[in-house]
């Protein structure tokens, strides 16, 4: 990684968002089956590779923000021996299996089988706190992703990030802004789920443009500050836009501009650059290291609007949509204009 960040800069990225650094149970690749919460994954490297990586990219001006995880460690049944410090029955929640329909059960039974942390345990709710401020204290991290907030309750959530003392991003995998927006409150910024849902409508299903208009309306009344919420169109728990939509590029691009330019923080999933086009987990985790292509049309796009929206400061100046039809819209920033179609002749 520290010899590709001129590649993430070369678009005019100035954060990356990484994966979860701690010791895995095998198998778990991408970081959030947690075994020993002591050491880092060494199939990503050491201490002092992490340290230097940040280091490397704090002397580029590109911010760390590392993943986290308090809701579950590592499938291991129930023989918690494996884990550490967790290894304690009276650690974990009872064996029981997620009713989505019961937020009771979302909060106090298992993801996917996985061992579920009891945060009313006074030990496992302090270490949580004690070990997210260590690491961010430790490498030097400048935010932090939270994996699975639904799951964990929002009292918790407020002592988790101010424990960690810097920016928040939480997942709350939900369409719904009445039932996404309250996690903000416990936090300082959530991803835009609501928002990514529309962006697939207009921009892959070809549904109406207003439908940006009225989810920005609806979402008014819900999340205290929507210009702080993650916004994005691929990422690694969703089929990426071309493997949902036949490969249209047209509308990838088209869906990827509004993202770096509407309301909230973009957030690009690696890959979307070069045209990815994975299905469901885990085929939409790629490897990038053979296909860093400076040349991708996408690639340059991306730098381009990048490169104007840093010009235009458009972070300082209001939303303010200027025309919407079906399939048209248009709004502006302060000077900064944009102005989109969702017709990509598919």
């Given at each position: 990684m520290i010899n590709h960040l001129d590649y993430i800069k070369g678009m005019g990225f100035d954060a990356i968002w990484i994966s979860p650094i701690v010791d895995n149970i095998d198998g778990g690749?991408?970081?959030y089956w947690a075994r020993n919460w002591e050491n880092v994954n060494t199939?990503?490297?050491s201490a002092d590779d992490l340290k230097a990586l940040v280091t490397a990219a704090h002397s580029k001006g590109i911010w760390v923000m590392v993943d986290v995880v308090a809701n579950h460690c590592g499938p291991v049944g129930n023989d918690f021996s494996q884990l550490y410090p967790f290894n304690q029955s009276s650690h974990y929640h009872s064996n029981c299996d997620i009713n989505w329909s019961d937020q009771n059960s979302v909060e106090n039974c298992r993801l996917a089988g996985l061992p579920d942390l009891n945060q009313s345990n006074s030990f496992v709710r302090q270490y949580l706190k004690d070990w997210v401020a260590g690491i961010v204290e430790e490498y030097g991290f400048d935010g932090i992703r939270i994996d699975t907030i639904p799951?964990?309750?929002k009292d918790f959530w407020s002592e988790y990030?101010?424990?960690s003392g810097v920016f928040q991003m939480g997942e709350c995998f939900n369409g719904d802004p009445a039932y996404v927006g309250p996690y903000q409150n416990s936090l300082t910024a959530l991803f835009n789920y609501p928002m990514f849902y529309t962006i697939s409508d207009v921009f892959g299903a070809h549904k109406s443009m207003y439908n940006i208009r009225t989810r920005y309306n609806d979402e008014a009344s819900h999340f205290k500050d929507i210009d702080a919420l993650g916004v994005f169109v691929d990422n690694h728990d969703n089929a990426r836009f071309l493997s949902r939509y036949g490969g249209n590029k047209?509308?990838?691009k088209q869906a990827t501009v509004f993202a770096l330019?509407?309301?909230?923080i973009p957030f690009t999933y690696y890959g979307t650059e070069q045209y990815y086009a994975g299905g469901n987990d885990p085929k939409n985790r790629e490897s990038l290291w053979q296909d860093m292509n400076t040349g991708s049309d996408l690639y340059k796009m991306i730098a381009t609007v990048n490169a104007q929206r840093k010009a235009s400061a458009i972070w300082n100046n209001a939303y303010v949509e200027r025309y919407v039809d079906d399939s048209f819209f248009a709004f502006s920033r302060g000077k900064f204009l944009v102005a989109l179609t969702?017709?990509?002749g598919t």
């Amino acid at each position: 990684m520290i010899n590709h960040l001129d590649y993430i800069k070369g678009m005019g990225f100035d954060a990356i968002w990484i994966s979860p650094i701690v010791d895995n149970i095998d198998g778990g690749y991408h970081g959030y089956w947690a075994r020993n919460w002591e050491n880092v994954n060494t199939n990503f490297g050491s201490a002092d590779d992490l340290k230097a990586l940040v280091t490397a990219a704090h002397s580029k001006g590109i911010w760390v923000m590392v993943d986290v995880v308090a809701n579950h460690c590592g499938p291991v049944g129930n023989d918690f021996s494996q884990l550490y410090p967790f290894n304690q029955s009276s650690h974990y929640h009872s064996n029981c299996d997620i009713n989505w329909s019961d937020q009771n059960s979302v909060e106090n039974c298992r993801l996917a089988g996985l061992p579920d942390l009891n945060q009313s345990n006074s030990f496992v709710r302090q270490y949580l706190k004690d070990w997210v401020a260590g690491i961010v204290e430790e490498y030097g991290f400048d935010g932090i992703r939270i994996d699975t907030i639904p799951e964990v309750p929002k009292d918790f959530w407020s002592e988790y990030g101010q424990a960690s003392g810097v920016f928040q991003m939480g997942e709350c995998f939900n369409g719904d802004p009445a039932y996404v927006g309250p996690y903000q409150n416990s936090l300082t910024a959530l991803f835009n789920y609501p928002m990514f849902y529309t962006i697939s409508d207009v921009f892959g299903a070809h549904k109406s443009m207003y439908n940006i208009r009225t989810r920005y309306n609806d979402e008014a009344s819900h999340f205290k500050d929507i210009d702080a919420l993650g916004v994005f169109v691929d990422n690694h728990d969703n089929a990426r836009f071309l493997s949902r939509y036949g490969g249209n590029k047209l509308g990838l691009k088209q869906a990827t501009v509004f993202a770096l330019t509407s309301r909230g923080i973009p957030f690009t999933y690696y890959g979307t650059e070069q045209y990815y086009a994975g299905g469901n987990d885990p085929k939409n985790r790629e490897s990038l290291w053979q296909d860093m292509n400076t040349g991708s049309d996408l690639y340059k796009m991306i730098a381009t609007v990048n490169a104007q929206r840093k010009a235009s400061a458009i972070w300082n100046n209001a939303y303010v949509e200027r025309y919407v039809d079906d399939s048209f819209f248009a709004f502006s920033r302060g000077k900064f204009l944009v102005a989109l179609t969702n017709n990509s002749g598919t």
